[in-house]
């Protein structure tokens, strides 16, 4: 049986000595890993897979990584991106995998776990100490790509195209199709996993065409391609407020501003990260965008609800889950978002709604607000109707609109659903009475800990959740013959079935059907789609272009009606 086992310790060469080497030869040239003590892996560390670009080409898409001769010694210097979270070792050029393998094995699966962080923080070195380490029938991947303003500023020219961070990431599934048959992988075998920003980054992986070939299965955890949160509606306005509110005034000149970002130092471009996200709307300034043609090799060339409709990705087993309580990381917020929210709801409608007007807006806000909250004010007697609110805007409906999505495009993709509320005694106290699973918690159920303190209870969903896993990386299917879980057929439009892994483990479903069909009445009216730089961001309804067509149609004839009314006085 595949087991995943996370959190043992793979940090900085602990346990590691001299005659446990290993070492194996990449395109690149010889590369030195170190046996994990304790265990039949090995760890290949702070391989860099991709060059990052500097200075005023610091927004490019990567460049091909270094070569040598000499055997590269892959010990974890806990290289990181610049970022606004604090980190040890932060370097520009911070493009490097770990690759973690066990001992005289071949063509085995491959996961590649890409970290989350609201596409702002963390790093795969992050990620490796929380997760994804020990392995005996499996080799797993995890990576830095750039992040914030550094990894996401979408100008649409040639200093700063957009989607640089996304394009790191397509730069390591490259290299690991390239080079992971020399550490025992099958390059035809890979499953990308992530989680928030890497549950929406995954997700957005599956739907660009320049990932053909690159990876059979995708996990995506509490993060979609279908939402606010993980791609940004209109990148110039972005752009222009950041750069604003670092206290560069002449924004409305692209050249100008383009030249503001590459000559600016990355210290001065993080320096107001606290604006990027935690927004009322849901959304997050510098994430993915949707690109503008200019030449060269895009990673994303159109809005993903529209690439989910047309079927036109490539079709994978796909597997989604999400916490029952994935709103609760705004409870930071509640006192004065409460207050903001009883005094005008339509700020933290989701940022991919437009409105023609205040009063259609507000009208929205009125019926939204009544819908989770009745006729009582946001309060903490309201406070579950809070989290399930920010559940919805920021990651459950996102996943519920792309399971719809694809399901009904005909593409053919394998789409399995689930829902995590497992709680216990030893679960963090909740106000309100609320009990259930945090955002990722789904993931963290997997990790390898020392149970002696654990419930039977959290013993049993860990098991069953690392069976899931291996099972799907395995097969494509969350369930084999002799799964833990019960039988478990693909979802639909509807959501329908899905998995219920709380205490008690049940296919149930649809899955949140009230609140998916008011959401999927909302944004079948108020949708806007991302436009690329540069585009008008002007929305029309129905009404407004029957007017246009009409007028069009008026005008030839309007001289002929004016020189009779002429004649008429």
Same mark, same amino acid.
């Given at each position: 049986?595949?087991?995943?086992?996370?959190?043992?310790?793979?940090?900085?060469?602990?346990?590691?000595?001299?005659?446990?080497?290993?070492?194996?030869?990449?395109?690149?040239?010889?590369?030195?890993?170190?046996?994990?003590?304790?265990?039949?892996?090995?760890?290949?560390?702070?391989?860099?897979?991709?060059?990052?670009?500097?200075?005023?080409?610091?927004?490019?898409?990567?460049?091909?990584?270094?070569?040598?001769?000499?055997?590269?010694?892959?010990?974890?210097?806990?290289?990181?991106?610049?970022?606004?979270?604090?980190?040890?070792?932060?370097?520009?050029?911070?493009?490097?995998?770990?690759?973690?393998?066990?001992?005289?094995?071949?063509?085995?699966?491959?996961?590649?776990?890409?970290?989350?962080?609201?596409?702002?923080?963390?790093?795969?070195?992050?990620?490796?100490?929380?997760?994804?380490?020990?392995?005996?029938?499996?080799?797993?991947?995890?990576?830095?790509?750039?992040?914030?303003?550094?990894?996401?500023?979408?100008?649409?020219?040639?200093?700063?195209?957009?989607?640089?961070?996304?394009?790191?990431?397509?730069?390591?599934?490259?290299?690991?199709?390239?080079?992971?048959? &020399?550490?025992?992988?099958?390059?035809?075998?890979?499953?990308?996993?992530?989680?928030? &920003?890497?549950? &929406?980054?995954?997700?957005?992986? /599956?739907?660009?065409?320049?990932?053909?070939?690159?990876?059979?299965?995708?996990?995506?955890?509490?993060?979609?391609?279908?939402?606010?949160?993980?791609?940004?509606?209109?990148?110039?306005?972005?752009?222009?407020?950041? &750069?604003?509110?670092?206290?560069?005034?002449?924004?409305?000149?692209?050249?100008?501003?383009?030249?503001?970002?590459?000559?600016?130092?990355?210290?001065?471009?993080?320096? /107001?990260?606290?604006?990027?996200?935690?927004?009322?709307?849901?959304?997050?300034?510098?994430?993915?965008?949707?690109?503008?043609?200019?030449?060269?090799?895009?990673?994303?060339?159109?809005?993903?609800?529209?690439?989910?409709?047309?079927?036109?990705?490539?079709?994978?087993?796909?597997?989604?889950?999400?916490?029952?309580?994935?709103?609760?990381?705004?409870?930071?917020?509640?006192?004065?978002?409460?207050?903001?929210?009883?005094?005008?709801?339509?700020?933290?409608?989701?940022?991919?709604?437009?409105?023609?007007?205040?009063?259609?807006?507000?009208?929205?806000?009125?019926?939204?607000?009544?819908?989770?909250?009745?006729?009582?004010?946001?309060?903490?007697?309201?406070?579950?109707?809070?989290?399930?609110?920010?559940?919805?805007?920021?990651?459950?409906?996102?996943?519920?609109?792309?399971?719809?999505?694809?399901?009904?495009?005909?593409?053919?993709?394998?789409?399995?659903?689930?829902?995590?509320?497992?709680?216990?005694?030893?679960?963090?106290?909740?106000?309100?009475?609320?009990?259930?699973?945090?955002?990722?918690?789904?993931?963290?159920?997997?990790?390898?800990?020392?149970?002696?303190?654990?419930?039977?209870?959290?013993?049993?969903?860990?098991?069953?959740?690392?069976?899931?896993?291996?099972?799907?990386?395995?097969?494509?299917?969350?369930?084999?013959?002799?799964?833990?879980?019960?039988?478990?057929?693909?979802?639909?439009?509807? /959501?329908?079935?899905?998995?219920?892994?709380?205490?008690?483990?049940?296919?149930?479903?649809?899955?949140?059907?009230?609140?998916?069909?008011?959401?999927?009445?909302?944004?079948?009216?108020?949708?806007?789609?991302?436009?690329?730089?540069?585009?008008?961001?002007?929305?029309?309804?129905?009404?407004?272009?029957?007017?246009?067509?009409?007028?069009?149609?008026?005008?030839?004839?309007?001289?002929?009606?004016?020189?009779?009314?002429?004649?008429?006085?």
């Amino acid at each position: 049986m595949l087991w995943l086992l996370f959190g043992v310790t793979l940090v900085l060469g602990e346990g590691v000595v001299e005659e446990n080497s290993n070492i194996v030869v990449i395109k690149q040239g010889p590369v030195r890993g170190y046996k994990v003590a304790g265990t039949n892996v090995f760890a290949y560390h702070n391989i860099p897979y991709a060059t990052a670009p500097t200075g005023p080409n610091k927004f490019k898409a990567p460049l091909p990584p270094p070569e040598w001769t000499e055997v590269y010694d892959a010990i974890d210097k806990q290289v990181t991106c610049p970022q606004s979270w604090p980190t040890v070792n932060p370097k520009e050029d911070c493009l490097i995998a770990s690759v973690f393998a066990p001992e005289n094995r071949t063509n085995l699966p491959v996961l590649v776990y890409v970290h989350g962080g609201a596409f702002q923080i963390g790093s795969g070195n992050y990620a490796t100490k929380f997760g994804i380490n020990s392995i005996s029938e499996l080799i797993v991947v995890n990576f830095n790509y750039r992040l914030g303003v550094h990894g996401f500023l979408c100008l649409g020219t040639k200093e700063a195209p957009g989607n640089a961070g996304m394009k790191d990431q397509l730069a390591l599934l490259r290299w690991v199709h390239d080079n992971i048959a &020399a550490f025992g992988g099958n390059a035809d075998d890979v499953t990308i996993m992530g989680c928030s &920003a890497g549950g &929406a980054s995954v997700d957005l992986l /599956r739907l660009a065409s320049v990932t053909e070939g690159l990876f059979k299965k995708v996990i995506a955890e509490s993060g979609a391609n279908a939402g606010a949160f993980g791609i940004q509606h209109n990148p110039i306005e972005n752009a222009k407020y950041y &750069a604003k509110a670092l206290g560069f005034e002449n924004i409305d000149d692209l050249s100008a501003l383009s030249n503001f970002y590459t000559s600016a130092s990355l210290e001065t471009l993080f320096s /107001r990260s606290d604006l990027v996200s935690n927004r009322p709307d849901s959304s997050v300034i510098f994430a993915p965008c949707v690109e503008k043609d200019i030449g060269i090799e895009m990673f994303l060339d159109d809005a993903p609800v529209n690439i989910l409709k047309s079927g036109s990705n490539n079709a994978h087993p796909v597997l989604y889950g999400f916490a029952n309580l994935e709103g609760v990381m705004r409870l930071g917020h509640f006192q004065n978002w409460s207050m903001r929210m009883n005094e005008n709801f339509s700020e933290f409608l989701p940022a991919d709604l437009a409105f023609e007007n205040v009063e259609e807006k507000e009208a929205v806000a009125k019926r939204v607000k009544e819908f989770y909250f009745g006729d009582k004010p946001v309060s903490p007697d309201t406070i579950q109707a809070y989290v399930d609110y920010f559940s919805d805007t920021l990651f459950v409906y996102s996943i519920l609109r792309s399971v719809k999505l694809s399901t009904e495009s005909g593409n053919n993709s394998t789409i399995y659903l689930y829902e995590y509320s497992f709680a216990d005694i030893n679960s963090i106290a909740l106000p309100g009475g609320m009990t259930g699973a945090l955002h990722c918690d789904q993931i963290q159920a997997s990790f390898d800990r020392n149970e002696i303190f654990f419930t039977e209870e959290r013993r049993n969903i860990m098991a069953k959740m690392r069976r899931m896993y291996s099972d799907f990386i395995t097969t494509g299917s969350p369930v084999s013959e002799d799964s833990l879980l019960p039988p478990w057929s693909p979802t639909n439009a509807n /959501r329908d079935p899905y998995m219920a892994m709380g205490v008690n483990i049940s296919v149930q479903g649809p899955l949140y059907e009230e609140r998916a069909n008011l959401w999927d009445d909302i944004y079948g009216k108020y949708y806007r789609a991302p436009i690329p730089p540069g585009n008008s961001a002007k929305i029309l309804s129905i009404n407004k272009l029957l007017w246009i067509m009409y007028i069009i149609v008026l005008i030839p004839n309007l001289s002929v009606l004016l020189r009779k009314a002429t004649i008429t006085i």
